[in-house]
């Protein structure tokens, strides 16, 4: 008598389908960098932290603080000389009626400018707030591009308020202090590879711009920095 063989079975599971991964067909598509549209206002800004960039620069001039912040506060004269500045025009000016805690007399514009970098370009309206005669304050106030752009301008002459000079020549030392500060942010995070090439370029080259025009306007500093 032959032994009983006794066979394991296992439940039959019927055979999937698999399509083999070469067959699989693999969605990619290329757009140009600027013809990427802009992200809604109202989601979260994943680049907020890494897309905002903050400059600052000292620099000792040959001229006085009055010069300094003359140049600096004539927006209509930007685009002759300011980097990537394409087009700056003033739209209105008011004279607040008081002065700051400097005894400053207090003017806002509202100037309209225009930027080219890379390809791309923008126009938009910002208010600059002049101190005279030792801030300026430029904010972007009308922008599709920037979440952020504000730049300041402060300018510290050299002698001291207890000069021994006459009060005229106190008011006008021979050399003085501009500090530059820039804070600028992209409105959409696609936009923060060209944010870093723009935002580095131009925070470099912004106080040489304005020494170069302050060489044009008013000549060589007469007295060397220190």
């Not at 025009?89 to 806002?108: G, I, M």
């Not at 600059?128 to 009308?142: E, G, K, L, Q």
Request: net charge positive.
């Amino acid at each position: 008598m032959l032994p009983r063989i006794h066979l394991l079975t296992a439940p039959f599971q019927p055979f999937q389908t698999l399509r083999p991964p070469y067959l699989i067909p693999l969605a990619t598509t290329t757009r140009s960098f600027f013809s990427l549209p802009p992200l809604p206002t109202g989601l979260p800004n994943p680049f907020a932290d890494s897309s905002k960039k903050e400059y600052s620069e000292r620099k000792l001039l040959n001229y006085s603080q009055q010069q300094l912040y003359d140049v600096v506060s004539d927006v209509d004269q930007y685009n002759l000389f300011v980097p990537w500045c394409t087009h700056s025009r003033v739209l209105s000016t008011k004279t607040v009626p008081r002065k700051d805690k400097n005894h400053a007399v207090v003017t806002v514009m509202k100037a309209e400018l225009g930027v080219g970098f890379k390809g791309f370009s923008e126009q938009y309206v910002s208010e600059v707030t002049c101190n005279r005669p030792w801030r300026v304050r430029a904010i972007s106030t009308d922008s599709s591009l920037f979440r952020t752009l504000v730049t300041t301008w402060r300018f510290t002459p050299t002698t001291p308020h207890f000069t021994s000079l006459t009060a005229s020549r106190a008011l006008q030392p021979p050399s003085c202090y501009i500090d530059f500060g820039i804070i600028f942010e992209f409105a959409s995070p696609l936009h923060v590879q060209v944010a870093n090439l723009f935002f580095d370029q131009i925070s470099k080259d912004m106080i040489r711009a304005f020494e170069q025009r302050c060489e044009k306007v008013y000549g060589k500093g007469e007295f060397k920095a220190k």
